[in-house]
């Protein structure tokens, strides 16, 4: 019995899938990333593949994929299925990403609880942006009851990690004495370090921590670089005329 269009068009494509299975599972580690993180019009039949034959990678590539629209049309209910079968796989930046989903309604309903359960999961396995987004939870009492000792506990962890944001935060917590005794010396120095790993809010901050202490010329330096980042941030400096001054180009 001959086949219809159809069904040799599916047949063909599960040949095609097999192939490109057998051909993944060929590749190492730094292989798979290269071809499943590349161009998103060439990599989608890969990653898809991948995906739907149960790499972790593949699956959170494809989510994000789906979610975003990017080489494939945008359906973010089915990026929230991927994101938590990469989760259930033990990925914390899928337990991330499927907080993400709840906090923001992407493909569900807005579901602050959930939203904070999955943050906790990704925080507890370890991915700065988890525990960072726990943290903010745990901060506001969203999803969770309010526990500032604990959020910084989570930001001093993320901070840690490099988390740039994170260090932000933790620096005003320091500098208001939120969850903990103020400190202006950890204040200056994660505002710091979180505006030397390039955060803008905190290059502002530390901007103007030096501009009090009179170290102009340094204040300058990174109030220019928040400012070139960010327009509010360069609508607040102008409105601070003290700071404006230190901004202006040189007559």
């Given at each position: 019995?001959?086949?219809?269009?159809?069904?040799?068009?599916?047949?063909?494509?599960?040949?095609?899938?097999?192939?490109?299975?057998?051909?993944?599972?060929?590749?190492?580690?730094?292989?798979?990333?290269?071809?499943l993180?590349?161009?998103p019009m060439e990599a989608a039949p890969w990653v898809r593949t991948a995906a739907e034959h149960g790499i972790v990678f593949g699956r959170l590539r494809w989510g994000a994929m789906l979610l975003e629209g990017t080489g494939v049309e945008r359906d973010p209910a089915l990026a929230l299925h991927w994101f938590t079968e990469a989760a259930r796989a033990?990925?914390?930046?899928?337990?991330?990403?499927?907080?993400?989903?709840?906090?923001?309604?992407?493909?569900?309903?807005?579901?602050?609880?959930?939203?904070?359960?999955?943050y906790r999961r990704s925080a507890e396995a370890g991915h700065d942006w988890g525990e960072y987004n726990y943290a903010h939870r745990l901060f506001d009492g969203t999803g969770v009851p309010c526990d500032r000792r604990q959020a910084i506990v989570?930001?001093?962890?993320?901070?840690?990690?490099?988390?740039?944001?994170?260090m932000n935060l933790l620096a005003r917590c320091?500098?208001?004495?939120?969850?903990?005794?103020?400190?202006?010396g950890q204040a200056a120095e994660w505002y710091r370090?979180?505006?030397?790993a390039g955060y803008f809010r905190a290059q502002f901050?530390?901007?103007?921590?030096?501009?009090?202490?009179?170290?102009?010329?340094?204040?300058?330096?990174?109030?220019?670089?928040?400012?070139?980042?960010d327009g509010s941030i360069r609508a607040e400096i102008a409105r601070r005329r003290s700071l404006a001054r230190l901004v202006q180009p040189a007559a």
């Open positions: 019995m001959s086949l219809s269009a159809e069904q040799m068009d599916r047949r063909e494509q599960a040949e095609q899938s097999f192939d490109r299975l057998r051909r993944l599972r060929h590749m190492n580690g730094a292989e798979l990333r290269t071809l993180g590349g161009d033990g990925s914390g930046e899928a337990m991330n990403m499927v907080g993400r989903c709840f906090e923001n309604g992407w493909g569900t309903t807005i579901d602050m609880n959930r939203a904070a359960q999955w989570w930001y001093r962890r993320a901070a840690d990690r490099g988390h740039a944001r994170a320091f500098e208001e004495g939120w969850g903990c005794d103020k400190n202006p370090r979180s505006a030397e901050n530390h901007g103007c921590l030096l501009a009090d202490e009179g170290r102009t010329e340094e204040a300058a330096h990174w109030l220019r670089l928040a400012a070139d980042a």
